[in-house]
Antibody, heavy 117, light 110 residues
Framework: QVQLVESGGGVVQPGGSLRLSCAASGFTFRNYNMHWVRQSPGKGLEWVAFIRYDGSDKYYAESVKGRFTISRDNSKNTLFLQMNSLRAEETAVYYC??????????WGRGTLVTVSS | QTVVTQEPSFSVSPGGTVTLTCGLSSGSVSTTHYPSWYQQTPGQAPRTLIYTTNTRSSGVPDRFSGSILGNKAALTIAGAQADDESDYYCVLYMGSGTWVFGGGTKLTVL
């Protein structure tokens, strides 16, 4: 079954760190570029980061540049998002998404990150 | 900073046709932005509707169509149904490996 399953969300204090994971199955993970997208409660979608299929290129939204790091382990079919110096306004559901022809063609169900003291 | 604009809300009658748009705060949307559209209901992950301007994703009914209208990308829903009531998001590829989502349109069918 083709799917993406995020994990690693939870409650973290402002300024803290968290590492999200996204397990892929049902497709050849190493062949596809991947993204992280987030959605704050009651708000719209925000693109966060992109990584090329082989990890050779990584791009970030300006809002997270220098604090978030996207990575992948193709041997384990897993995508990661390391988030440092978290802010209250980054409370959101974080989705991983598979890239295909410049769009997001498969989404996970998301994992909730709450940044609060 | 580039802002992608969408109508905050729209209303359509059942059976009617509605066109949602996706523009840029500066400049025109073109096919080189590879506009794509997503439908989202509360508590659910987004569902892909349209990509590369006008290609329907697998399983999406042909009531949904995408295009470029003037200087904006557009999503047209024909024969609107009650379960089309959702939030709709467009996203544009801005080059250099970056994407920007619009703020979303809340569509009401009544």
């Amino acid at each position: 079954q083709v799917q993406l399953v995020e994990s690693g969300g939870g409650v973290v204090q402002p300024g803290g760190s968290l590492r999200l994971s996204c397990a892929a199955s049902g497709f050849t993970f190493r062949n596809y570029n991947m993204h992280w997208v987030r959605q704050s409660p009651g708000k719209g979608l925000e693109w966060v980061a992109f990584i090329r299929y082989d990890g050779s290129d990584k791009y970030y939204a300006e809002s997270v540049k220098g604090r978030f790091t996207i990575s992948r382990d193709n041997s384990k079919n897993t995508l990661f998002l390391q988030m440092n110096s978290l802010r209250a306004e980054e409370t959101a559901v974080y989705y991983c998404a598979k890239d295909s022809r410049w769009h997001f063609d498969l989404w996970g169900r998301g994992t909730l990150v709450t940044v609060s003291s | 900073q580039t802002v992608v604009t969408q109508e905050p809300s729209f209303s359509v009658s059942p059976g009617g046709t509605v066109t949602l748009t996706c523009g840029l705060s500066s400049g025109s949307v073109s096919t080189t932005h590879y506009p794509s559209w997503y439908q989202q209901t509360p508590g659910q992950a987004p569902r892909t509707l349209i990509y590369t301007t006008n290609t329907r994703s697998s399983g999406v009914p042909d009531r949904f169509s995408g295009s470029i209208l003037g200087n904006k990308a557009a999503l047209t829903i024909a024969g609107a149904q009650a379960d089309d009531e959702s939030d709709y998001y467009c996203v544009l590829y801005m080059g250099s490996g970056t994407w920007v989502f619009g703020g979303g349109t809340k569509l009401t069918v009544l």
